[in-house]
């Protein structure tokens, strides 16, 4: 059976935009999923597993009891932040792998008509590591200094930090400082179209991580106590080195990181609306394609 194929290019409305985003990731879900894991998968790993560490060795040292002991000596010390070193570098590894792939793995699809070249694609994913870590660099900075600003900053900056990984990869020209400020000059073309989108998809995103989190919080009530109202200060220093605690939140995360994909092409799909609302580029060719056809 043939999947349908979703033409990127083209203007859209607020429903068509959320519906595109929903029906590309569920026609494609298999070889998206096994490709972004494929590729991004041994950082995810890497991220987990240091994450699973960095709350043992955490809830260690919250654990006021145990300042006394020997144990708390300095090989311990060496061990957290290698291990926070670890975290961190493996977390910026699997969020730019994953936000490069989904999006590299768009434009085959667009450049072949619906078939992807998964060796294509993780070439252009290797040769744009650096570029893509540049800019998350100034993605994150532009987002830290809005939230300083004020509240509104941030609600205006979030629809072209949706926008800037797509310019990079959609108009390969450009370089990465091109990319960034494109983004606002783009955003602008159907601000309010984009910032509704993301506003929906941030309350659903919001809403499913709440239901994925309600074990971690039962389970958090039961083991410390509150549910009967006998709260133990011992289960208190221990409870962030709990091994289930952490393999609930490794899990929480990994389905978070999840999440994120649909925001990642939900991203493509509003910089194709923009992109096309202000230059036709997949309407002009789209009437060269009939032409061509005819003849």
């Known amino acids: 059976m043939n999947k349908p194929y979703i033409e990127f290019r083209k203007q859209r409305d607020f429903s068509s935009i959320l519906t595109d985003t929903f029906g590309f990731i569920r026609n494609e879900f298999k070889p998206f999923i096994r490709t972004i894991f494929n590729i991004a998968g041994p950082a995810i790993v890497v991220f987990m597993l240091s994450l699973a560490a960095y709350n043992y060795v955490a809830g260690d040292l919250l654990n006021f009891t145990r300042f006394n002991e020997p144990s708390l000596n300095s090989p311990n010390v060496f ?9 961190f570098i493996s977390a910026i ?10 999006l590299f793995y768009i434009k085959s699809y667009i450049d072949h008509k619906g078939i992807v070249d998964a060796a294509e694609i993780k070439s252009n994913v290797l040769k744009s590591f ?16 809005a939230i300083m600003l004020c509240f509104v900053p941030v609600l205006y900056a979030m629809v072209p930090m ?20 494109q983004s606002f000059t783009l955003a602008n073309a159907d601000f309010w ?6 506003i929906i998809l941030g309350i659903i995103y919001y809403i499913l991580l709440m239901v994925v989190s309600i074990p971690s919080v039962i389970y958090a009530l039961v083991s410390t106590g509150i549910f009967s109202g006998e709260i133990d200060p011992a289960n208190l220093n221990t409870f ?3 091994p289930v ?4 939140n490794v899990l929480n995360t990994f389905f978070q990181f999840l999440l994120n994909i649909i925001l990642m092409v939900a991203g493509a799909v509003i910089y194709f609306h923009l992109h096309e609302k202000v230059n036709f580029t997949g309407t002009y060719d789209r009437i060269s394609e009939i032409g061509n056809t005819e003849d």
């Open 240 to 242: 962030s080195a709990d």
């Open 162 to 181: 949706a926008l800037v990984f797509s310019i990079y990869v959609f108009e390969p020209k450009r370089s990465t400082s091109d990319a960034f400020s």
């Open 193 to 198: 179209t984009a910032f509704g989108v993301i």
């Open 93 to 102: 590894a699997a969020y730019i792998l994953t936000a490069s792939t989904v």
């Open 79 to 87: 061990v957290t932040i290698l291990v926070v070193i670890i975290y």
């Open 130 to 145: 650096w570029s893509f870590f540049g800019l998350s660099f100034l993605k994150g900075v532009t987002l830290i200094i």
């Open 245 to 248: 605690v952490i393999i609930l």
